[in-house]
């Protein structure tokens, strides 16, 4: 295992292969991170320093050190402990100051967001340097959708949202010859046993490509319906989402969406007004993404094993909808593969694989509760 170790210029510093452990965590619609353990020597005190970044040979995505801590034992072994995020976070650097209104697909919509807040914002001290957005995307063929995004929001936050309803995956692919930081978006394949195009991609222990497994299946966090409410106005807008439920089966939240006006000024500073149907749309998609908050969660935890018959990033990847099954707890499902925890250890590669959706972050639910 090499990492090579660049500033934010992307000129290389060095290479580290002495290296004790790394935890390096790829995630789907999110940023990933990681932490690195390595012997206490003057090159990697000098190399692994604050807002360095670190590649792992062979790899487009980034890492940012945010985090350095050294330590020594009782017996004098001292070491170096670092971590930080995929640079993808780096989006989190900004809000959505103007407000985006938009009908369009997604994948046009994820573009935009990071276009108007850190490509090419309106105040060029915005702009961060050397990201640009990925000319090579193809199509996800992603639907379009009436948006308008929370006013002031963060501009990550609000990436990861419309990226989860949408099912798609994000991240910041870094071209080292160039230095220049690629934002994409893309869509996982479907590997599930029950379509025909791709070859298929099964997790089960019959075929001891499974070491370990956790299964969780929660309706803590579950919403069924959502109204949402519009601008202050008399009478007030409200729309309903989801309503199909009823009885025990029905769970009701109410979205505050004031921040979604009839008005608006779009992209070209002009005033549009909305009309009736496209207004209730506008608070209809509000309602459903926000309902994707609050949706039943399913995770699969597995650790994989790594010589067996399916091979990593070829047979499969971050973002792919696989088959998992477990015959003796009665499991058979077609879920994502969301984060990916690939660890190194004294010359031994590990993966651990999430199925599904992991179970929402206290600082999600404490976002939920304030609304």
Known sequence: MELYIYDRDMILHGVIDEINSLIWTRRYWSAGEFKLLVPFTSKHVSLLVKNNLIMKRGDTEAAEIRYVHISKNSQGLEEIEVQGKFITQWIGKRIIRDQIAATSGTQDILYRIVRETVVSP??????????????????????????????????????????????????????????????????????????????????SQEFDNITEQEYTNSIENLKSTAYVGGEEAEPRVVAEVGGGA??????????????????????????????????????????????????????????????????????????????????????????????????????????????????????????????
């Open 122 to 203: 309106k105040v060029a001290a915005r702009a961060i340097p050397n990201v640009l957005i990925d000319p090579t995307d193809e199509d996800t063929g992603s639907g379009k959708i009436d948006y308008t995004s929370e006013a002031f929001i963060n501009a990550l936050l609000a990436v990861e949202t419309a990226a989860k309803a949408a099912k798609l995956g994000f991240r910041l692919r870094t071209d080292v010859k160039t230095g220049k930081h690629y934002f994409s978006v893309y869509k996982g394949r479907d590997l599930t046993a029950d379509q025909t195009e791709n070859p298929p991609c099964i997790f």
């Open 246 to 371: 009823a009885g025990l089966d029905r769970e009701e939240v109410f979205v505050n969406a004031t921040d979604i006006t009839k008005k608006y000024t779009n992209e070209n500073d002009e005033e549009i007004t909305r009309t009736d149907e496209e207004y209730l749309a506008c608070l209809e998609e509000r309602g459903a993404s926000e309902l994707e908050q609050y949706a039943e969660t399913l995770s699969f935890s597995s650790t994989i094993n790594t010589h067996a018959n399916l091979k990593y990033r070829e047979d499969y990847d971050l973002g792919d909808r696989v088959t998992c099954v477990n015959k003796r707890w009665g499991i058979k499902i077609n879920v994502r593969i969301t984060e990916v925890a690939e660890t190194y250890q004294q010359n031994m590669e590990e993966i651990d694989i999430t199925f599904g959706e992991s179970l929402p972050a206290l600082i999600t639910q404490i976002r939920q509760i304030t609304k």
